[in-house]
């Protein structure tokens, strides 16, 4: 079961599904909002779409123990963003197309899970607390855990864009980032640890993807450590920390067969969704996969680039290999 706050405007609840919904309960706490109306909705997830934060989408077929995720694709931009950074600089640092590309896992039994905001208002993928204070106006009531990517202006909340240009000519309130975290990052992570979890129970193990793209050259972070980006797909599973080693190898060594240069853990080992949802030693991997964007698009017009089909039928093939290697490792548990 999985909770989400939803918005009202007007009296009626910004959200969509295919289901229905199971009961009202009590308003999401120490959340604050200047929006009309707030509840919180308790939903059996199953093709879920809350408009402007996440789709998760189910197979219409046999069902897979493998969830996909793209946290960093949305293109929604919420009102209340207020970044002086214009949204075309902000384009440039999303994983633009990454939802498309890996669309069709659908269609071999996995599940997608799709943000549709995007990173630079909010990071699924940074845990709740890792936070920087120069960004905020006051004190935030509960102990901050900033790690490096804070530091550098790419925490939770954004201080700086990768050229380090601020984002913002104020500081934000502590009622603004809550706001963030209830309507936004709640909601994404209760929705894709739901899905690992009930696949879980149903087979005994299951195995998460979670779905990036990265620069061509060298990003400024990777450039500061001494890095340089050339492989098609970096894949990273924190060292050996996060996954079976014998899924990370399967899934190199399938993309590799299509001509695809693969590195593992260079420069990217994995961040906060692949290391909150891993647990190998009771049948939950995660690994995280890094695309190069220049196999897929264009950089500098943002458009997809002849490859991009190609690609996506390379993805859905190693889909498929994926979601065999799970079924030939499960049995389904009894129904829930």
Known sequence: MFQAMLVFDGGLPFAERAGNVRSIVQIWPNTQSSCRGMAVWEF????????GVFSLHRPAGPTAPVVFDSPHSGTVFPADFGSIVPERILRRVQDNFVDDLFFD?????ASLLCAHFPRSYI???????????????????DPLRPTDKSRLGHGLIWRACPTDRAMYDRRLTVQEVRGRIATYWEPYHAALGDEIDRLWRQFGQVWHV??????AGSSPIVARRGGSQRADIVIGDR?????????TSFVRDRLEQRGYSVRLNDPYKGAYLVEAYAAPAVGRSS???EINRSIYMNEGTLEKSDNFEVLRRDLAAVAEEIA????????PQAAE
């Open 44 to 51: 059996d997830v199953s093709d879920l779409a809350v408009p």
């Open 105 to 109: 896992v659908l269609e071999v039994g």
């Open 123 to 141: 990071d699924p993928n940074r845990a709740r607390d890792d936070l920087d204070s120069r960004l905020l106006s006051e004190a935030w009531p």
């Open 210 to 215: 979670n779905c990036h793209s990265m620069p």
């Open 239 to 247: 060292d050996g920390r996060s996954s079976d080693p014998e899924f």
């Open 287 to 289: 690994i995280q996969m």
């Open 324 to 331: 065999g290697f799970a079924l030939d490792r499960t049995m």
